[in-house]
């Protein structure tokens, strides 16, 4: 009975993945079960995805198997992973790094496409990605813009989806004294250009759940929801109950409700609820806090999956709250707004 | 990114201003967003295919439907829909059929084998071993087949299975079950394909319209003016308004049960639409005697149903089946509950030699002109923004604001697929020979010879 023996990928990043391969196995398959982040197409030795160098030890193409590798690449130790069997411990180096194909953060520029102010301390922020410059991204991961002018970064969460590319909204608070809050009520303006970076973050839409979705948004935490509804709307097959409770301090801060209410009659299975904390609401918003908003009546179950974004005392409140209402802790996903200063 | 590069912004067409005092302001557009994006048509949904008798055992058909390439085959009596589209280099299979057994077809260029029931690639004919057999395959479609008409279930590749609506939810409400809700006092109850002993005659052929243009046509009420000279109308003596126009805000009610079709049911020759006989400005007036009395309702994903129509006991079914973003399958079907042989018989000859020539052909014919007439202004998308809707246009804008809620999914613009390359050689050298683009693949007759 043979042994397995262990093979290294060395990304270029540096990162090394060890890798057991049975006998018989190809370093491919050996990498696909070991989850190491290698790329492939067609497992059958034409497409050349699979391109690694050999580095250290023995390890060739398993015999009489024809490949689109030349000759002479096979010399200089190229091997392509899917037919490769090592002879015993060996290292191989592949071109990309460990991130490859999966949302890898980009460095670009954008232009502004529109600056509006929509709520008493919210600005509409409409971006576009100039020529040649491209990110793959999940419903509510976020950018990083330098503000221009100065070498200062800014974090913001897109309120639209990969589908709505090149175009990228943000809804940004504005804080008085604010860097980014300074530019966009005084200097920004259509076709300024900006540097900027992304995606990031790990507060995304978990796909194809079918339970029910708890969406709890405070002010411009909002920006997230609306990129993970239009996403769910848009997504093949039924689709899950969806409350988004919305919240805002006052009347004058809430913004984004026609957008709301456009998505509440694009997407049946959307109930949408929103919140003013004081102040006298319009018909339809009620007094309170978006958190107090869901009830027991809600028929919230265990598997419920629950999304919080906004401020941290209002992401605590959640959480106590969904718990008590049945939702599993694993199941409550929350991003934290925090001002910069 | 190198400082030395100049920063360009993309080439994209800038959308057109709408005025806000419109009938469809912006607003109002902004809620049918979603269908004015449906260029290529809505996804998982029923669509028909073919008849029944396009399919005969062992055949071998290739259609495409909301840019989706579908195969459709019948063996040992089943019958399989699988994406017409090899995974391998993209081959249409359908183009030469190449079929080993009853379970499965390969494509005729690289012999990639695919099970038909799964999808699953099984085999490869000359390369039986490779690594790459059950690792990979093609999309299936949902299959039914009633009254003499095959339906597909079009779906994205990743719809799943136990989402799959039935069929009913596909098609216009029954009667009599929906006899109290939609009350008919002026007709028997009209039939549906669903029902027992139903016989649908008809036909389907491409129309070079939007899908959407075709199908707002059907229960437009002001359209019938451009029926005013059809030789049906004349020959029967049939009172045809010059137009119908809405008296009461409830002249539409939506159809939107959760658990059945979703559409609107247009309550025509009831006090809710007024039937306009005469203009004395323009010095016209319908002199015909015979009332003909119909109904029109519109359910996802774009199926008419026309009560009452062309006779009592009859109905009309119209589907607008998308093709490309500028063709659509026009289908036309007219059912009949025969419980006989000669009750069958009966309804084949008065199709045949009354409907076929003067309903089917003649006056739905006027419908495919005048559809035509109108896809130009929208073929660029600008119509979209710059028409300029009257009052009987509640009929299209409340089916538009309907799908934009109901459908279930948006199709993509057909990529690597039949006609999705307008500029394409091979389209232009079949244009020259005479060949217009349409909705089945044509099939290579003589292998030795092209």
């Given amino acids: 009975m043979l042994t397995p023996t262990k093979a290294t990928i060395t990304f270029s990043d540096g990162v090394e993945h060890d890798v057991p391969v049975d006998p018989g196995q190809s370093v491919l398959d050996a990498a696909l079960a070991a989850e190491a982040p290698v790329l492939f197409q067609c497992g059958t030795g034409s497409c050349g995805s699979c391109l690694a160098h050999l580095e250290e030890g023995e390890a060739d193409h398993r015999e009489g198997v024809s490949s689109s590798l030349l000759p002479s690449e096979r010399a200089q130790g190229y091997r392509l992973l899917c037919l490769t069997e090592p002879k015993g411990p060996c290292r191989f180096s592949v071109g990309y790094d460990s991130a490859a194909g999966a949302g890898r953060p980009i460095e670009g520029k954008c232009f502004v496409n529109a600056v509006e102010r929509i709520a008493s301390d919210v600005v509409r922020l409409e971006l576009e990605l100039a020529e040649g410059c491209w990110m793959d991204f999940r419903p509510g991961q976020f950018i990083q813009l330098k503000v221009p002018g100065t070498e200062v970064f800014r974090s913001y969460s897109m309120a639209t989806t990969v589908a709505d590319l090149p175009r990228i909204e943000l809804l940004i608070r504005i804080l008085p004294g604010g860097v980014m809050s300074e530019w966009l009520t005084t200097q920004a303006k259509v076709d300024d250009v900006i540097d900027v970076s992304g995606p990031f973050g790990q507060f995304f839409l978990k796909e194809k759940v079918r339970a029910p979705h708890v969406m709890i948004a405070g002010g411009t935490g909002l920006a997230p929801m609306m990129a993970m509804i239009d996403a769910l709307r848009a997504a093949p097959g039924r689709k899950p109950k969806v409350i988004l409770s919305f919240g805002c301090q006052t009347p004058e801060a809430l913004f984004n409700l026609d957008q709301i209410e456009l998505r509440s009659h694009w997407m049946a299975s959307l109930d949408a609820r929103i919140s003013v904390d004081r102040g006298e609401p319009a018909s339809g918003v009620r007094l309170g806090n978006p958190v107090s908003a869901l009830t027991a009546e809600d028929g919230l179950t265990a598997d419920s999956v629950a999304y919080l974004c906004g401020p941290p005392g209002m992401i605590e409140a959640a959480r106590k709250h969904l718990e008590a209402l049945g939702l599993s802790p694993e199941n409550i996903f929350a991003e934290q707004f925090v001002a910069s200063s | ?347 084949q000859y008065r199709f045949d030699n009354l409907y076929m020539p003067l309903a089917i052909r003649g006056f739905n014919d006027c419908d495919l002109y005048a559809r035509e007439a109108m896809e130009e202004f929208y073929a660029d998308g600008t119509g979209w923004d710059n028409e300029q809707l009257v009052e009987t246009d509640i009929s299209p804008v409340t089916w538009r604001k309907l799908a934009s809620r109901h459908a279930r999914g948006i199709a993509k613009p057909g990529k690597g697929v039949t006609n999705a390359t307008k500029t394409s050689s091979i389209r232009m050298r079949r244009l020259a020979q005479g060949k217009a683009p349409g909705y089945k693949v044509e099939k290579i007759e003589n292998v030795n010879s092209y």
């Fill in chain 2, 1 to 347: 990114m190198n400082d030395a590069t100049p920063v360009r912004r993309r080439t994209t067409v800038r959308k057109n201003e709408i005025s806000a005092d419109r009938m469809n302001d912006e607003k109002t557009q902004s809620q049918y967003q979603p269908y004015k994006d449906a260029a290529w048509g809505f996804v998982n949904h029923w669509y028909p295919a073919l008849f029944t008798e396009e399919l005969p055992e062992q055949a071998v058909e290739g259609i495409q439907i909301a840019g989706i390439p579908i195969l459709l085959r019948r063996a040992a009596g089943k019958l399989y829909a699988i994406k017409d589209q090899c995974v391998h280099r993209g081959v249409r299979l359908s183009a030469k059929p190449m079929c080993f057994n009853d379970t499965s077809i390969a494509c005729w260029y690289h012999g990639f084998n695919f099970d038909l029931e799964t999808g699953v690639l099984n085999n490869i004919v000359g390369n039986p071993d490779s690594k790459l057999i059950g690792k990979t395959g093609v999309t299936t479609y949902p299959v039914q087949e009633v009254a003499g008409m095959i339906f597909v279930f079009v779906r994205e590749d990743d719809f799943p299975d136990e989402d799959v609506p039935p069929l009913s939810h596909d098609l216009p409400v029954r009667f009599p079950d929906s006899s109290e809700t939609y009350p008919h006092p002026l007709w028997p109850a009209a039939p549906s394909i669903l029902d027992e002993n139903a016989v649908a005659l008809g036909l389907h052929r491409t129309g070079q319209t939007n899908w959407r243009i075709a199908c707002e046509n059907g229960f437009d009420n002001a359209h019938i003016l451009v029926h005013a000279d059809n030789a049906i109308v004349h020959a029967m003596d049939w009172v045809l308004p010059l137009g119908i126009v809405p008296a009461s805000d409830d002249a539409i009610t939506l159809i939107e049960e959760e658990d059945g079709p979703k559409g609107q049911m247009q309550w025509l020759f009831t006090d809710r639409w007024t039937p306009i006989l005469e203009n004395k400005d323009l010095g016209l007036k319908i002199e015909n005697l015979k009332g003909r009395f119909y109904r029109t309702s519109v359910v996802l994903p774009g199926v008419l149903m026309v009560e009452n129509w062309p006779e009592e006991h009859v109905v009309q079914y119209e589907w607008y089946v998308p093709i490309t973003d500028d063709m659509y399958e026009y289908w036309e079907v007219m059912v009949r509950i025969c419980n006989t042989p000669e009750e069958r018989k009966k309804f």
